[in-house]
């Protein structure tokens, strides 16, 4: 199993392939989000550097905070003006730019400095300031500080149920998931979480065994929300998704084509949709029962894990490199390996495995750390930081193909 400062290698020298062998014209402006982090998230010499933060921006606030740039506006390489002066010197006390002699120019120095400040805030590095970047920038000093005071506590209070010699943490805010083994990253992957309306809950449990090629029963909140609407609107909906409807849980088939889709009635029924790759938990479930009936799984749309911000489950975390999870997770036992995990979900046969040594795992929410000297902040998506910034879009609010989803 390749480690995941290979695998961040490996996706690096293929990003530059690619880049080489297609036409500049032809790529993509959008740059693609970065690998997980390979630094544990929550661990002691993590909550030493946030309190170094903490007294780094203590100073900052206590000496006049930094200044705020005009809304509205869009600052680029090039520009030239008073503007472009108040935000060399933002960058600079936010540690982004090397103090300098005062100017006017956005130049490549200045550029350098808004992608690392977008880079560390989880922004896509365009070096260009306008929109999300802007509000960002305008976020003042003070609220910064009390992000990272709010994030100590958790990191604090995480801590004692971290003594595990493994276990998984699944940061909804930054979306990605870190196997840990001796306070070690043994593997990682960046995630899928919950919407602002339907957010993913701090969980802590144990992923007792992997379910391969799992059954998806719709929720009835889903079912109610965004199945019914959904056949109403397109009748082969369930066909296509190979969704079966049921009197009861446990009872018998109905035919959709005898339900009154626009009657109270439809909402009392059960439904399930059938293993294989189009199934909303796609190929592979890890089983982690919790109050919530929150759990990791795989998902047919893949695309999503291109954007930065990745808010669009209704609670649920899709895994990108769940093979990689799953197998860190399996941890040998009966010579389980990637290889055997794939050519078992090949037979179209589900399987379960059970664990012979389930593995504890945490879904936090943590949106302000230290990694590599750099502060790095996220967005407050689910209004938990005490009023901390939330400078972010409602991705829920794209256009997308109608799905129903955990």
């Known amino acids: 199993m390749r480690s995941p400062l290979e695998r961040q290698v490996r996706n690096v020298a293929l990003a530059l392939v690619l880049a080489v062998a297609t036409p500049a014209a032809a790529q993509s402006t959008r ?13 002691a010499p993590a909550i030493g550097d946030l309190q170094g933060a903490v007294a780094q921006y203590q100073a900052i606030v206590a000496a006049g905070g930094w200044p705020k740039l005009p809304d509205r506006i869009t600052l680029r390489p090039g520009d030239s003006d008073a503007n472009v002066a108040i935000l060399r010197v933002r960058l600079q006390l936010s540690g982004d730019l090397r103090a300098g002699a005062g100017t006017y120019d956005f130049d490549t120095r200045v550029e350098e400095a808004v992608r690392r400040y977008q880079m560390r805030n989880g922004l896509e590095p365009t070096g260009i300031v306008y929109g999300i ?37 699944m940061n909804s805010a930054s979306f990605e998931v870190q196997g840990i083994g001796g306070g070690v990253v043994e593997v990682a992957s960046r995630t899928i979480t919950g919407k602002r309306a339907t957010p993913t809950p ?12 799992p059954y998806w029963h719709v929720p009835g909140s889903i079912a109610k929300a965004a199945l019914i609407p959904a056949v109403r609107k397109d009748p082969s ?22 339900v009154n889709w626009w009657g109270p009635e439809a909402e009392r029924y059960v439904f399930r949709q059938d293993a294989g790759p189009q199934n909303a938990l796609g190929v592979l479930r890890f089983d982690m029962p919790n109050k919530h009936i929150v759990y990791m799984h795989d998902t047919p749309m893949r695309n999503l894990f ?26 040998g036992q009966d010579g389980w390996s ?69």
């Open 202 to 213: 701090n969980v802590s449990a144990t992923v007792q065994a992997i379910n391969l090629l």
């Open 306 to 331: 291109g954007y930065y911000e990745r808010a669009y489950s209704a609670g649920c975390v899709r895994v990108q490199d769940f093979l990689d999870l799953a197998e860190w997770v399996i941890g």
């Open 237 to 258: 909906y369930l066909y296509r998704e190979r969704i079966r409807v049921f009197s009861a849980f446990g009872g018998e088939e109905i035919d959709p084509a005898s």
């Open 31 to 43: 740059s693609p989000p970065p690998p997980p982090s390979v630094v544990p998230l929550v661990s």
């Open 338 to 406: 990637r290889a055997r995990i794939e050519a078992e979900i090949a037979t179209g046969k589900p399987k379960t495995i059970k664990l012979a040594s389930p593995v504890p795992v945490h879904f936090i929410y943590v949106t302000a750390w230290v990694e590599s000297g750099a502060v790095q902040f996220r967005n407050d998506l689910y209004n938990k930081d005490d009023s901390a910034f939330d400078g972010g879009q409602d991705v829920a609010s794209r256009a997308m193909p109608m799905s129903v989803a955990p």
């Open 133 to 169: 970047t802007l509000r960002s920038l305008n976020v003042p000093a003070v609220t910064r500080l009390g992000q990272l005071q709010v994030n100590l506590r958790r990191m604090q209070e995480l801590m004692p149920k971290l003594a595990a010699p493994r276990f998984i943490l």
